[in-house]
């Protein structure tokens, strides 16, 4: 009688398995393809670290236009831009959203070059961005693209353009390398450029006497401060000390410079989140506690732009905050 029993159970349980492992098996060939299918390297959108997941439609680097009016973005889209890129994963692309609208238009297609972050001309009629390695400008509506540096054996990303036009900022790396040999200037027509000083994601002061950059620490390879480095070159740079143990990155002033706003990861807890600074170093608060990249001040300085990131779904989206950290909602209605 117990043999019998145990006949049968083991019956059962293999006739349990077997159903199992059939519809498992569809369920996970399903899931692979959707996974295929959607997935795209966020490598190229520079969140920072690399999100675990690799989805499209994924935006980074949100940049204010200087009467406040749009915001411009780089974006993956889950439609291909083009023929040649339809058995592909996806692309990048220089997008600019209306804001009164909730009209989005693709100013420049990028294909799978990296895209890194842009910024507009003090006027208003241009954007400046980096394009596989090199730093282009093209007009707000989308026309006469021009490369503005010219060694191809470099790389050049995080362009920030001055006050009055007439440069614009950008770190230098060696290519094939992680060493940035710090930040340049290039004159907005392409024809000359000169070095700055050894500091990386440069943003210009309203008034265009400083650059703001950061610099890792020489006996700390985590921490990194912000430094002023004032054009004119009589003048010594000086420090200033943000949130310790910590890794701060792309700052970004306020229209009146008497506030910064980061995006800095914990030594010790790994969160990627938005803080903001007062310029004399005083009034660090944290903005976001569910994670934030790249923030950039309106033009009037009451709203902060920022990149929302999903863990969970492996996306980014352009968030909008006021500049306290309340109201947080997303850019698009």
Same mark, same amino acid.
């Given at each position: 009688m117990n043999s019998t029993l145990t006949y049968q159970y +083991? +019956?059962?349980? +293999?006739?349990? %398995? =077997? !159903?199992? +492992? !059939?519809? =498992?098996c569809n369920v996970t060939e399903v899931e692979k393809e959707e996974t295929e299918e959607e997935r795209v390297c966020p490598a190229d959108m520079g969140m920072f670290p690399p999100l675990k997941n690799c989805y499209v439609s994924s935006d980074s680097y949100p940049s204010w236009s200087p009467d406040g009016r749009y915001i411009a973005y780089i974006s993956t889209n889950r439609e291909p831009f083009s023929q040649e890129a339809k058995d592909s994963v996806a692309s990048l692309g220089l997008y600019v959203y209306e804001l009164a609208t909730d009209k989005k238009t693709l100013l420049h297609e990028g294909g799978f070059y990296t895209m890194s972050s842009q910024a507009w001309s003090p006027d208003g009629q241009w954007l400046t961005f980096g394009l596989g390695k090199q730093i282009y400008k093209i007009r707000a509506d989308g026309s006469h693209l021009r490369r503005l540096t010219k060694n191809d054996d470099r790389a050049y990303f995080n362009p920030a353009w001055s006050p009055d036009g007439e440069w614009i900022a950008y770190n230098d790396r060696t290519v094939g390398g992680v060493k940035n040999t710090g930040t340049w200037m290039v004159d907005s027509r392409g024809l000359s450029n000169k070095y700055l000083y050894g500091i990386a994601d440069p943003v210009w002061s309203s008034d265009g006497n400083h650059?703001? =950059? *950061? @610099? &890792?620490?020489?006996?700390?390879?985590?921490? @990194?401060?912000? !430094? @002023?480095?004032?054009?004119? %070159?009589?003048? $010594?740079?000086?420090?200033?000390?943000? @949130?310790?143990?910590? *890794?701060? &990155?792309?700052?970004?002033?306020? %229209?009146?410079?008497? $506030? !910064?706003?980061?995006q800095s990861q914990g030594r010790y807890d790994g969160d990627i989140d938005i803080w903001k600074i007062n310029a004399d170093g005083t009034g660090l608060k944290r903005l976001t506690f569910n994670g934030g990249q790249h923030p950039g001040w309106s033009p009037g300085g009451s709203t902060i732009a920022y990149v929302n990131i999903d863990y969970f779904e492996g996306r980014g989206k352009i968030w909008l905050m006021d500049s306290d950290g309340t109201n947080r909602r997303p850019m698009r209605r």
């Open positions: +083991l +019956l059962l349980l +293999l006739l349990v %398995s =077997g !159903i199992v +492992l !059939i519809f =498992g650059v703001l =950059g *950061i @610099r &890792t620490l020489a006996y700390n390879d985590v921490e @990194r401060i912000f !430094i @002023r480095v004032y054009i004119e %070159s009589y003048m $010594q740079p000086d420090t200033l000390s943000v @949130r310790d143990n910590a *890794i701060n &990155t792309k700052p970004d002033y306020s %229209s009146d410079d008497a $506030q !910064i706003v980061f």
